[in-house]
């Protein structure tokens, strides 16, 4: 199983990213797929999830109306649009998968992570 991240950088405020998690290894529409994000000395929080099955998303209000998540299960990728940037948005976002036969949004503590992308935002 591997998740492999890409996209991550340096932007200023206000400016837009993609990130990419490219994902192999499992069936994917059997997994839900999260974006989550971490600050030295912070747990990862996560900011956004996808259904693999259903298409079913979830955004943290910290990130709704800004970023998107969408899926395309022919590539076993994820991506994560991320617009209108704030330097708090500045952290290491990771990619995790996990299937429990159900709909959540959480630490994926049992999942499959991928290596993270640092993202920067300057102001």
């Known amino acids: 199983v591997q998740l492999v991240e890409s996209g991550g950088g340096l932007v200023q405020a206000g400016g837009s990213l993609r990130l990419s998690c490219a994902a192999s290894?499992?069936?994917?529409?059997?997994?839900?797929i999260g974006w989550l994000r971490q600050n030295p000395g912070a747990e990862r929080e996560p900011i956004s999830c996808i259904s693999g099955s259903d298409g079913s998303t979830y955004y943290a209000d910290s990130v709704k109306n800004r970023f998107t998540i969408s899926s395309d299960n022919a590539k076993n990728t994820v991506y994560l649009q991320m617009n209108s940037l704030k330097p708090e948005d500045t952290a290491v976002y990771y990619c995790a998968a996990e299937s429990r036969g159900s709909w959540f949004c959480d630490r994926f503590e049992e999942g499959y992570w991928g290596q993270g992308a640092q993202v920067t935002v300057s102001s």
């Open positions: 290894g499992f069936t994917f529409d059997e997994y839900n």
